[in-house]
């Protein structure tokens, strides 16, 4: 069964950065894009970018450009997403979110969450 | 951020339908069929129910549908049960700068 598993909480200093790991499992990894999508406490869900496995191409939304890195490595069937220059407003919940295929557009499995705190 | 607008809450008895509109604009829902639905319990990742306007994932009830007119989506849920007392948010690819945008979500409570 196709499985996603994020790596731990995390609690970071403005102006940090944070990497969050999610590994898949369960089907070909190569064969299906990752998306990250983040909730802050008590909001809606909003979507970060996406990495093509097999390519390691990327996509970014402007918001996001310059400051979020997302990478693969296929040995191990994970990917990895990385916001830079943290500010309070990015203490939030953070889900890997696999794409129905090669860009379907739409996320048929999610990871269980990572939350990321950043306080001074 | 949301581009995406639709009722804050909606409630409905057991065995009543309920429907969630999403309005969006000529960019993103009006354009594209890439409409999603993900249903979500408190501290719970999201769940895929409805794909591409209104398709359904193997495994979701067909008491779940969608569909879409103009610029607006809509999910109904038919035969409401205690189970679907959950948040629900749509989503809609909205070509390139933003990609997707997320509603803020519409919170269904089972009366």
């Known amino acids: 069964q196709v499985q996603l598993l994020q790596s731990g909480a995390e609690v970071k200093k403005p102006g940090a950065s944070v990497k969050v790991s999610c590994k898949a499992s369960g089907y070909t990894f190569t064969n299906y894009y990752m998306h990250w999508v983040r909730q802050a406490p008590g909001q809606g869900l909003e979507w970060m970018g996406m990495i093509n496995p097999s390519t390691g191409f990327t996509t970014y939304p402007h918001k996001f450009q310059g400051r979020v890195t997302m990478t693969r490595d296929t040995s191990t069937s994970t990917v990895y997403m990385e916001l830079s220059r943290l500010i309070s407003e990015d203490t939030a919940v953070y889900y890997c979110?696999?794409?129905?295929?090669?860009?379907?557009?739409?996320?048929?499995?999610w990871g269980q969450g990572t939350l990321a705190t950043v306080s001074s | 951020q949301s581009a995406l607008t639709q009722p804050r809450s909606v409630s409905g008895s057991p065995g009543q339908s309920v429907t969630i509109s999403c309005t969006g604009t000529s960019s993103d829902i009006g354009d594209y069929n890439y409409i999603s639905w993900y249903q979500q319990y408190p501290g719970k990742a999201p769940k895929l129910i409805i794909y591409d306007v209104s398709k359904r994932p193997s495994g979701v009830p067909d008491r779940f549908s969608g569909s879409k007119s103009g610029n607006t989506a809509s999910l109904t849920i038919s035969g409401l049960q205690a189970e679907d007392e959950a948040e629900y948010y749509c989503c809609s690819y909205t070509g390139s700068f933003t990609f997707y945008v997320f509603d803020t979500g519409t919170k269904v409570t089972v009366l």
């Open positions: 979110a696999r794409d129905g295929g090669s860009w379907k557009h739409y996320f048929d499995y």
